[in-house]
């Protein structure tokens, strides 16, 4: 079954840390891109970052470059999202998303490109 299961969400202070992290199972994870969005209140859902099956590929919107960090242990079927020097417009919910296996490898930067997604973590940064 498809799963993907994201935590580390939580309260900080505005140029705090916080990472997330996303446990797959190795049916959704195996062999794919695996990548982060977040949407905030009255808004569409964002691309931040994707990241390639072996890790050596990665891509980041403009608005987190520099800030934000993808990652993955494939051992262990979980990606990362390291997060820092947080802002008050980062507070959203954050998904994690994989593609369909037709497109396992593409490194898509929109919503429509990927097929499974978790159930979302609150990240609220406070000023």
């Known amino acids: 079954q498809v799963q993907l299961v994201e935590s580390g969400g939580g309260l900080v202070q505005t140029g705090g840390s916080l990472r997330l992290s996303c446990a797959a199972s190795e049916r959704t994870f195996s062999g794919r891109t695996m990548a982060w969005f977040r949407q905030a209140p009255g808004k569409e859902r964002a691309f931040l970052a994707a990241i390639s099956w072996g890790g050596g590929v990665t891509n980041y919107a403009d608005s987190v470059k520099g800030r934000f960090t993808i990652s993955r242990d494939n051992a262990k079927n979980t990606v990362y999202l390291q997060m820092n020097n947080l802002k008050a417009e980062d507070t959203a919910v954050y998904y994690c998303?994989?593609?369909?296996?037709?497109?396992?490898?593409?490194?898509?930067?929109?919503?429509?490109?990927?097929?499974?997604w978790g159930q979302g973590t609150q990240v609220t940064v406070s000023s």
């Open positions: 998303a994989a593609p369909r296996l037709s497109t396992a490898q593409a490194m898509g930067v929109t919503a429509g490109e990927y097929e499974y």
